[in-house]
């Protein structure tokens, strides 16, 4: 069946570092999406890729759709301490039901 | 604009209780799911409904039900309670396209001791 696997699962940084977490499928995706948990919190939408290669800004978030459609990246420049939380990815294989990878949890040191 | 609720935000069950975990969208969503939450383990997809009186399983459907008999509701039951669904669980709604933006209720806290 279809697997999301993400890494890495944590990521310490000093304030002002970059932080870049990656997802990977074991089948092709139609389209993956982004999620934002804060600690306590609940999953919040960021952003859907759907074409081959593209690339989507989000001021300082950059989300990337590999060529092939089976990987992904979210990437913060210079992170500040609202980024910290947990960021998901998403996909799904023209079906129904999302997979969702484990998560990466990004802690942020003043 | 209440989104997605879920009822109870917190609940502990003994072993062999069961119970209903409440979902409700008021956004006229077609597509409804069910994802528990486990430490390391992400989200992971128990059942999901694509429109009033259809489900189907997800990864790890075993120990629940669900029925979808309106748009609006989606109830998550569990039949015989197990210390393995001790968890976090999360309801799931989106646009009647499917593969949209999908909004999360607040969570319902399980506990089975």
């Known amino acids: 069946g279809q697997q999301v696997m993400q890494i890495p699962q944590y990521q310490h940084v000093q304030e002002g570092e970059d932080f870049t977490t990656y997802c990977n499928s074991s089948?092709?995706?139609?389209?993956i999406q982004w999620y934002k948990q804060r600690p306590g919190g609940h999953p919040v939408f960021l952003i859907q890729?759907?074409?081959?290669?593209e690339v989507k800004k989000q001021k300082r978030l950059t989300f990337q759709f590999g060529e092939a459609k089976k990987n992904s990246s979210l990437h913060i420049t210079a992170t500040q301490t609202t980024d910290v939380g947990t960021y998901f990815c998403?996909?799904?294989?023209?079906?129904?039901?999302?997979?969702f990878g484990a998560g990466t949890r990004l802690t942020v040191k003043p | 604009n209440a989104g997605v609720t879920q009822t109870p935000k917190f609940q502990v069950l003994k072993t062999g209780q069961s119970m209903t975990l409440q979902c409700a969208q008021d956004?006229?969503?077609?597509?409804m799911s069910w994802y528990r939450q486990d430490p390391g383990m992400g989200l992971r997809l128990i059942h999901y409904?694509?429109?009033?009186?259809?489900?189907d399983q997800g990864e790890v459907p075993n120990g629940y039900n669900v029925s979808r008999s309106t748009t609006e509701d989606f109830p998550l039951r569990l039949l015989s309670a197990a210390p393995s669904q001790t968890s976090v669980y999360f309801c799931?709604?989106?646009?009647?396209?499917?593969?949209?933006?999908?909004?999360f209720g607040q969570g319902t806290r399980l506990t089975v001791v």
């Open positions: 956004m006229n969503h077609e597509y």
């Open positions: 089948t092709t995706l139609s389209n």
């Open positions: 890729l759907v074409k081959s290669g």
């Open positions: 799931a709604s989106s646009t009647p396209r499917r593969h949209t933006e999908a909004f």
């Open positions: 998403a996909g799904n294989q023209n079906n129904n039901d999302m997979r």
């Open positions: 409904s694509v429109g009033a009186g259809i489900t």
